[in-house]
């Protein structure tokens, strides 16, 4: 048969066959639960059309937001008849589109949220949630068109929500650029078990929700604003409400401020039965040029359009700032309803028609959603909601902030915030760091610390595992952890399981007395640095045993953090139920250690060569989590050989399980003889047929110091990887 169906008049798209690699067809159709290295090489240079030079902080610096702003600004209040705003302003629609480019962030994982741009691309572009949001920005091309690369699609979206609340007479707490785009949809983000859209396969128990996942259904941004399924219950919205926000970092104060905020603007659409409704843009025809969820409902916009299919309208004012949102909501006893659609929502009962319409001069009862209701009827969401209400400048300032933690909880330290609007005040968020004090420490002292760290009776695992232990924290989603900060001395990183504190509080003592020692002088050197500096000497003693001269790159300028500056509940999050690495697997996990290593691998943002020479690397030199033997193949621990890969391709020796669980083996030479032990997180690298292909590199003859060389590399990018001051 012809793969030119559509030539021969037939469906362009071939079903009940295996699809064409332009389709998605390939290995995955055949092995769907293969290890997908491809989440290892994001973002290749080849898809970047900017090219590798490009320098999006240089060309955002030369950029005059003054004059983007008011551009956006015209474009809010320019109705278009192919889309006409609501009210007249665009304003409502455009901070739904900022909310929900950043409203994707979760704490857990730091995936999701607006720095990359991401909801340009499927799946977020064709959420259930994010309908209509194509038009957003299509309206805004003109403004891209016209600043180019000056501005990304990822900044563009936030700081057009912040012009459309300033313009609406909200002051905003700020503005920061630099979202560089990507090219490519996210293949990394895990956003749920379900292959139907608004399932919730994510829930067990009493409903407890999956990890990492933050929102209630597949395809939703926060939780179902019908109630939990669709149940129009408060109280059980409520507590949709507390979970979801609070894995997207935000407290009770933020969430009543982020609802009752964002709720003071605009509307929701819902005229009539979802059915009308076309496919989504990913799905669209190819003559709707990304354009998605035509509707045959009416004239299909303006106030026909169909989005939720919920039909509210929350204030008197809904294109101007004001305490509206909370004198409805408090000022009317409310009863069920259904929207056009068939939605469940509210209605104010004896009330008069004061709500504008949004395209005629007609006016509507007072409507609320079910999760609305939460913030009245819910003890504590209700108390704070009373207290907005009767102080409006105390609520002004709770939206400020947390529609500005909201829309840069992902952008990285403050250090990489760019442009005139960047509020001078430092956030507890923004995992603050002090400025490094005193001369820096040379050359010379670094090698004088390097000798006094290595003759203090620390062994090379101490010094690798903890140096490991501070740096493989940093995560490449937000930005955040490292080994700047030294934050492992702190709660709670002291206390995780995966540091095993009783030997990190012995570890981090020796360390703490070199660096007295040094400290007594005119120069000053950080805990965060010298534990860096004791894993890079462990490494070129290692190295050196091994015959091989290597100097490990050290850069200083890491500062201390203190507890006053260090949310213990928000870096809580980022403790690892599992460290592949160090060959911990911790209680609880769905997924087995293999993909569990992979998944550590994208977050500290390696490539397939330098996840393997690092678990080659980190085997021989003893950084197992309890110091076990497990994958430590090789005679001569401490010693930074390629023995990993020797022994674990050895064709002398055969593998068997010794668990349940199948994540324990060992190895048994031609006697029968136990010679080595591993985990699944050992053993992928012979399995699977890729990363057996990298391994088979590094137990090459030839390959001894091409490990080390590698091995040092990767190790080193892992400890600067929080060092953006560098880059």
């Not at 001369?439 to 010379?444: K, L, N, P, S, T």
Request: charged fraction near 25%.
């Amino acid at each position: 048969m012809s793969e030119n169906n559509a030539a021969e008049g037939k469906c362009p798209v071939a079903h009940e066959r295996a699809a064409h690699p332009t389709q998605g067809g390939g290995n995955r159709q055949w092995w769907p639960e293969r290890l997908n290295l491809k989440i290892l090489a994001k973002d290749p240079v080849v898809a970047n059309p900017l090219g590798a030079e490009f320098d999006y902080a240089e060309a955002f610096g030369n950029l005059d937001l003054a004059a983007v702003k008011q551009d956006i600004a015209e474009i809010l209040t320019t109705s278009q008849d192919w889309w006409p705003a609501d009210f007249g302003n665009y304003g409502p629609l455009m901070i739904r589109m900022a909310w929900h480019s950043a409203g994707t962030y979760r704490i857990s994982d730091g995936r999701g949220g607006g720095g990359r741009g991401q909801q340009r691309f499927a799946p977020l572009n064709s959420w259930p949630d994010n309908g209509n949001l194509d038009k957003a920005r299509r309206l805004l091309w003109p403004v891209k068109k016209k600043y180019g690369q000056s501005i990304s699609w990822a900044d563009l979206m936030i700081l057009t929500g912040n012009v459309a609340l300033e313009t609406m007479g909200f002051e905003t707490f700020g503005f920061a650029g630099g979202r560089a785009d990507v090219w490519e949809a996210d293949e990394d983000v895990y956003w749920g078990p379900e292959t139907t859209w608004l399932d919730d396969q994510r829930y067990t128990g009493d409903r407890e929700l999956e990890s990492p996942l933050g929102a209630v259904q597949m395809g939703l941004i926060y939780v179902n604003p019908e109630g939990p399924n669709g149940n129009p219950d408060p109280i059980a919205a409520a507590r949709d409400i507390r979970e979801t926000f609070r894995r997207m970092a935000m407290n009770d104060e933020e969430t009543v401020a982020l609802i009752a905020g964002g709720h003071t603007f605009g509307k929701t659409h819902g005229a009539g039965p979802a059915d009308n409704v076309g496919a989504d843009p990913e799905a669209a025809p190819i003559e709707a040029q990304g354009l998605g969820w035509a509707s045959t409902h009416g004239t299909g916009k303006g106030g026909d359009a169909i989005t939720s299919g919920l039909e509210v309208t929350w204030t008197t004012k809904p294109t101007q700032w004001s305490n509206d949102f909370f004198d409805i909501l408090f000022g009317y006893e409310w009863e069920l309803t259904q929207s056009p659609a068939g939605a469940n929502q509210w209605v104010a009962k004896d009330a008069q028609a004061i709500i504008p319409d949004a395209h005629s001069d007609s006016k509507k009862l007072p409507t609320m959603l079910t999760t609305d209701l939460s913030l009245r009827f819910d003890p504590i969401y209700g108390e704070i909601s009373k207290r907005f209400h009767e102080n409006p400048d105390q609520f002004a300032d709770a939206f400020a902030r947390a529609w500005y933690k909201l829309t840069h909880r992902d952008l990285g330290p403050k250090s990489l915030y760019l442009g005139p609007e960047v509020p001078a005040e430092t956030l507890l968020w923004q995992d603050p760091l002090p400025q490094a004090e005193g001369e820096a420490i040379d050359a010379a002292d670094v090698t004088a610390l390097k000798a006094k760290l290595l003759d203090s009776g620390l062994t090379v695992s101490q010094l690798v595992s903890t140096a490991w232990a501070s740096a493989s924290t940093f995560r490449s989603s937000d930005k955040r952890g490292g080994a700047n900060g030294a934050r492992i001395r702190l709660q709670p990183q002291a206390g995780w399981e995966v540091n095993q504190p009783d030997e990190l509080a012995q570890v981090l003592r020796v360390l703490e007395g070199v660096q007295s020692e040094f400290n007594s002088g005119a120069k000053k050197v950080s805990l965060a640095d010298l534990i860096v500096l004791g894993g890079a000497a462990a490494v070129e003693k290692a190295a050196k045993d091994a015959g091989h001269a290597v100097e490990v790159p050290f850069t200083p300028g890491r500062v201390d953090a203190t507890e006053e500056h260090t949310d213990t509940e928000s870096f809580a999050a980022l403790e690892p139920t599992a460290d592949g690495f160090r060959n911990y697997q911790g209680k609880g996990n769905r997924l087995p250690a293999e993909y569990l290593l992979l998944d550590k691998a994208n977050l500290l943002g390696l490539s397939a060569p330098e996840l393997t020479a690092l678990v080659g690397g980190l085997r021989v030199l003893g950084a197992n989590h309890g110091g076990t033997s497990l994958g430590v193949l090789t005679e001569t621990p401490g010693v930074l050989t390629n023995d990993f890969f020797v022994n674990l391709l050895d064709l002398g020796t055969e593998w068997k399980s010794t668990s349940e669980d199948q994540n324990h083996f060992e190895a048994r030479d031609a006697s029968g003889a136990v010679k080595w032990t591993g985990t699944r997180a050992d053993l992928v690298f012979g399995s699977n047929s890729e990363l057996r292909a990298l391994a088979e590199v590094y137990a090459s003859d030839d390959a001894k110091e091409k490990f080390v060389k590698d091995f040092v590399a990767a190790w080193v990018k892992v400890s600067n990887a929080d060092r953006f001051d560098l880059v």
